[in-house]
């Protein structure tokens, strides 16, 4: 099986997608209760994924993408598909993005999240994404039991990102942080903020209750976060956008295609507060 | 091809009672390829359980299948494959439905078109999709440039050339056939942004090559200016029965279930009526607010002629 299975990645790797039988003692078994694996996994390295992802591979690129193996279970007529998609550093990133943030918390690998059909974990390099592809009664307890095996076979190893601890803690919404290096991911984390911040090494937004969105933006140092607010000032002013600075060192307010979005600086780091869309 | 200008226009409510008739000969098995009085519209939306009648009905609701297909004539189709993920690709009965329709009006050939690569749709549940519709597949060598148009795009703001697969134009009739679904950059796909599974695949890498800056949303205005170039459809039958409303295109995220097939002929107003299944208006996504801009169709919900129709 291709999931970075300890019997079997190697030779997928080197067959790339020429697919691979799943030998006896591979990681996830062939069965899993009542669950058996179909067909020959697949995997799908660097830019192949555009062959597996027809829109939408872009995020997973920008994340680091190394590789996913993809396998389908199946028991009579239900399946449930099995993704795990390996990164070229710690995976909590495309975790955080992936998850659904309006599911529950489920402990498996360094963390996962839970939602009506589907169930995402990471840990270390990998992300496991499972997902019942047909509606059947036990649907949440087959993804479960599938999601716990492939945990067994996941590698170890991760943390959580530093920068997390820059968001809000009041009225934060939990399990809807995001971690991101990209800017993709930001545009769709914050996205009024994100034509007008670039050039950040890093950035983690999370919902809050009132109904808006924090982020904080880490730069190279403080030279570069002052280039990159006189850059937002400049770009959301050519937009038509009204930039206000608020007095008393309280930061710079930007008005942008109907949306405000609050900035903020200490040392590296711009802190965002982004109004929600329908006020 | 269409002979929608030959029929007269009605008043908005007028099609709410017409919607209902429809569905009634539906119900009662009158023959989709039996002309219909049925005046012309902008959009037509069945809303049932069952895709296979709301299909059906969205069609009759044009005026039936034959005023559009003729016999011995060739129809490309465009669905939406995606995967396997619940709300991603457009539903297989939908698709069967329509080719289906097709062949019975007499339909010399019906091609469903893609640049895919043999290696996407060897994944199983893609395969029985496109074994299961009926259609001839088609598929497009994207590295051999004879089956490929060049266009110039003299209207674009911000494409100026374009690829696009011959073969897309060489047919009496276009279905374009969309989901419904969120999108990771736009927000919403739909009609305009299934044009670009005619497009070339490394043409359209470069409709955001970076994401910086003003590059952030250059995807969008490409998508409308690519719409300006391409073969107009002459049907676009949506998918909109259970539709991804978070992590799209490719999901897993969070699912709709309007249970609704949409129909029409303008790509705007088709998207604009769409979009509001993800709570959001045609011009909270800027696709559609350029397509709009560029002359691409009707936006606004107001100004359109819609038909509700319940199926049963």
Redesign the interface.
């Known amino acids: 099986m291709a999931f970075h299975l300890r019997a079997c990645s190697a030779a997928f790797i080197l067959l790339l997608?020429a697919g691979c039988s799943i030998p006896e003692n591979s990681c996830p078994s062939h069965n899993i209760g009542a669950w058996s694996a179909?067909?020959e996994a697949?995997v799908y390295v660097g830019d192949d994924l555009?062959?597996?992802?027809?829109?939408?591979?872009?995020?997973y690129h920008e994340y680091g993408f190394v590789q996913v193996a993809v396998q389908?279970y199946v028991r009579g007529d239900d399946?449930i598909?099995v993704e795990i998609y390996t990164m070229d550093g710690d995976a909590y990133g495309i975790y955080s993005f992936?998850r659904?943030?309006?599911g529950h918390g489920v402990n498996l690998g360094n963390g996962g999240t839970s939602?009506?059909?589907?169930m995402h974990f990471w840990s270390g390099p990998e992300l496991a994404?499972i997902?019942?592809?047909?509606e059947f009664e036990d649907l949440g307890a087959a993804v479960l039991e599938i999601g716990t095996a492939v945990a067994e076979c996941l590698q170890m190893g991760g943390a959580e990102p530093d920068l997390l601890d820059q968001l809000p803690i009041d009225g934060r919404i939990p399990g809807s942080e995001v971690h991101f290096t990209?800017?993709?991911a930001f545009?769709?984390v914050a996205?009024p903020a994100?034509?007008l911040f670039?050039g950040f090494e890093e950035g983690a937004a999370a919902g809050l209750e009132s109904g808006e969105r924090a982020a904080v933006l880490r730069w190279v140092d403080e030279a570069a976060v002052a280039e990159a607010l006189q850059e937002a000032r400049r770009?959301c002013e050519a937009s038509g956008g009204v930039v206000v600075e608020i007095e008393d060192g309280g930061g710079v307010e930007f008005e942008t295609g109907g949306h405000r979005v609050l900035a903020s600086v200490s040392e590296d780091l711009i802190t965002l507060r982004v109004q929600k869309e329908e006020q | 091809m269409s002979d929608r200008k030959n029929r007269h226009r009605i008043t908005r409510r007028d099609f709410v009672a017409t919607g209902a008739a429809a569905g009634t000969l539906l119900a009662t098995g009158v023959g989709f390829g039996e002309k219909s009085q049925t005046p012309p519209l902008d959009l037509a939306v069945a809303h049932g359980p069952d895709v296979a009648r709301n299909t059906a009905a969205v069609i009759e609701a044009h005026g039936g299948i034959g005023a559009f297909v003729r016999p011995g004539q060739i129809v490309n189709i465009l669905p939406n494959?995606?995967?396997?993920?619940?709300g991603t690709s457009t539903d297989p009965v939908l698709v069967k439905t329509v080719v289906d329709l097709c062949k019975k009006a007499g339909a010399r050939e019906v091609r469903w078109l893609t640049w895919?690569?043999g290696?996407?749709f060897e994944?199983?549940?893609i395969d029985q999709l496109v074994k299961g519709s009926g259609a001839k597949f088609i598929q497009v060598d994207s590295k051999d440039e004879s089956q490929w148009n060049n266009f110039d795009v003299p209207k674009g703001v911000a494409l100026e050339k374009i690829r696009v697969f011959k073969v897309l134009e060489e047919c009496d009739v276009f279905i374009n056939m969309p989901i419904f679904k969120d999108?990771?950059?736009s927000?919403f796909?739909g009609s305009l942004k299934n044009y670009?599974?005619a497009s070339h695949?490394t043409d359209n890498?470069l409709f955001?090559p970076?994401?910086?800056?003003?590059d952030?949303?250059r995807m969008e205005q490409c998508i409308a200016d690519l719409n300006t170039v391409v073969r107009k459809p002459d049907l676009i039958i949506a998918d909109a029965m259970t539709i991804l409303t978070?992590?799209?295109?490719?999901?897993?995220?969070?699912?709709a279930k309007p249970q609704k097939v949409v129909a029409g002929i303008d790509r705007v107003a088709l998207d604009s009526y769409g979009a509001t299944l993800l709570g959001l208006e045609g011009n909270d996504v800027k696709m559609i607010a350029d397509a709009h801009k560029l002359g691409l169709g009707e936006i606004d919900l107001g100004k359109l002629r819609i038909q509700e129709m319940e199926v049963r």
């Open positions: 997608v179909q067909g697949e555009f062959v597996y992802i027809n829109g939408g591979a872009e995020i389908r399946s598909s992936a659904s943030p309006s939602a009506e059909y589907y994404v997902t019942a592809e047909s990209g800017r993709l545009l769709n996205r994100a034509p670039n770009l | 494959a995606q995967g396997s993920h619940p895919q690569s290696k996407y994944r199983s549940s999108h990771i950059g927000r796909t670009m599974g695949p890498r955001h970076s994401f910086e800056g003003e952030l949303l978070s992590k799209g295109p490719f999901g897993p995220g969070d699912i």
